[in-house]
């Protein structure tokens, strides 16, 4: 028997709590564009089964799913600003320390002639 993964079947609580956040989300918006499950999954190319695990937030959904959901829904403008490096403070403040003060030559010699 293989072990499945960890992430699939016991996510982190804040991990498991977004996806279902995003599936309850694109189910709204589906309901409010008069979409049935079978419509979308016909516009993106999948089956209802897909759409259904998207909106319980099943962690084995593709984000290939979620994002065509979004695509359809006319929402993909929002993914496109997830982990933007310009919106991420911690990521900003740790290039800053890290970044090098000055220059340093380069030691030993190059056989490249």
Not at 43 to 71: C, F, H, N, Q
């Amino acid at each position: 028997m293989t072990a499945r993964n960890k992430l699939l079947t016991m996510p982190p609580y804040a991990v498991e709590q977004s996806l279902k956040r995003l599936g309850a989300d694109l189910r709204t918006a589906r309901l409010r564009r008069n979409l049935t499950i079978e419509d979308l999954a016909e516009k993106i190319g999948t089956g209802p089964r897909a759409i259904g695990d998207a909106e319980r937030g099943k962690p084995s959904t593709s984000i290939a799913v979620y994002t065509a959901m979004l695509w359809a829904l006319d929402l993909l403008h929002q993914f496109d600003e997830v982990a933007t490096p310009e919106q991420d403070a911690e990521g900003q403040a740790l290039a800053l320390s890290a970044d090098r003060t000055r220059a340093r030559a380069k030691t030993g010699l190059s056989n490249d002639f």
